[in-house]
């Protein structure tokens, strides 16, 4: 099985619920480390205007680059469900390696913290409330109802097909665990 996430970008408000719940869950301190970050797009002109926002935690790639390109073997995938964890203990932190993970995501999905040479750090999809038989924080947080989060099958069922959004690339290469409901121009 393969876990992915959804996205409704036309239900998404930008209010920062999901971030703030990501970091709270996760006891990440306030600073530039983000396990999900919150992105604005914006297109067109007055009166034809389109904003948009996207959602991007870890997307628990099919194929994560992220785990090729770690020199220690601190990613890995798991067999039983997809998620992409990392082993702190065994990452060799941003300056010894210089960020490889960082670098090979197409997603921006490794984090260092603030301190010297930081461990990285990743949404895991909050795999101790899965494992639980729960969903991700952020899913639970959504005021707006725009997220859901499963086995990517049940998701494609549920909500569709489509892997891209405004401000979003589908990457073949790694191939996200994402399905969307898009923004796009009403005219």
């Given at each position: 099985?393969?876990?992915?996430?959804?996205?409704?970008?036309t239900?998404?408000?930008?209010?920062?619920?999901?971030?703030?719940?990501?970091k709270?869950?996760n006891d990440?301190?306030?600073?530039?480390?983000?396990?999900?970050?919150?992105?604005?797009?914006e297109?067109?002109?007055?009166?034809d205007?389109?904003?948009?926002y996207?959602?991007?935690?870890?997307?628990?790639?099919?194929?994560p680059?992220?785990?090729?390109?770690?020199?220690?073997?601190?990613?890995?995938?798991?067999?039983?469900?997809?998620?992409?964890?990392v082993d702190?203990a065994a990452?060799?932190?941003?300056?010894t390696?210089?960020?490889?993970?960082?670098?090979?995501?197409?997603?921006?999905?490794?984090q260092?913290?603030?301190?010297?040479?930081?461990?990285?750090?990743?949404?895991?999809?909050?795999?101790p409330?899965?494992?639980?038989g729960?969903?991700?924080?952020?899913?639970e947080a959504?005021?707006?109802?725009?997220l859901?989060a499963?086995?990517l099958?049940?998701?494609?069922?549920?909500?569709?097909?489509?892997?891209?959004?405004?401000g979003?690339k589908?990457?073949?290469?790694?191939?996200?665990a994402?399905?969307?409901k898009?923004?796009?121009?009403?005219?």
């Amino acid at each position: 099985m393969q876990v992915g996430f959804y996205f409704d970008q036309t239900r998404c408000t930008g209010c920062n619920a999901c971030q703030v719940t990501c970091k709270d869950a996760n006891d990440i301190p306030a600073g530039p480390e983000n396990w999900l970050r919150l992105g604005y797009q914006e297109e067109g002109q007055t009166p034809d205007l389109l904003v948009a926002y996207l959602f991007s935690p870890c997307w628990q790639c099919v194929s994560p680059v992220c785990a090729d390109a770690c020199p220690a073997g601190a990613i890995s995938k798991r067999a039983d469900n997809g998620i992409v964890v990392v082993d702190r203990a065994a990452c060799l932190g941003r300056e010894t390696c210089g960020e490889k993970c960082l670098k090979a995501c197409p997603y921006g999905a490794p984090q260092f913290g603030p301190q010297p040479d930081a461990k990285m750090a990743k949404c895991n999809f909050c795999l101790p409330l899965w494992e639980k038989g729960g969903k991700p924080a952020c899913v639970e947080a959504c005021p707006t109802r725009a997220l859901d989060a499963g086995p990517l099958a049940e998701m494609q069922a549920r909500y569709g097909q489509a892997s891209q959004a405004m401000g979003f690339k589908y990457s073949q290469r790694t191939q996200p665990a994402v399905v969307f409901k898009p923004k796009t121009p009403t005219r």
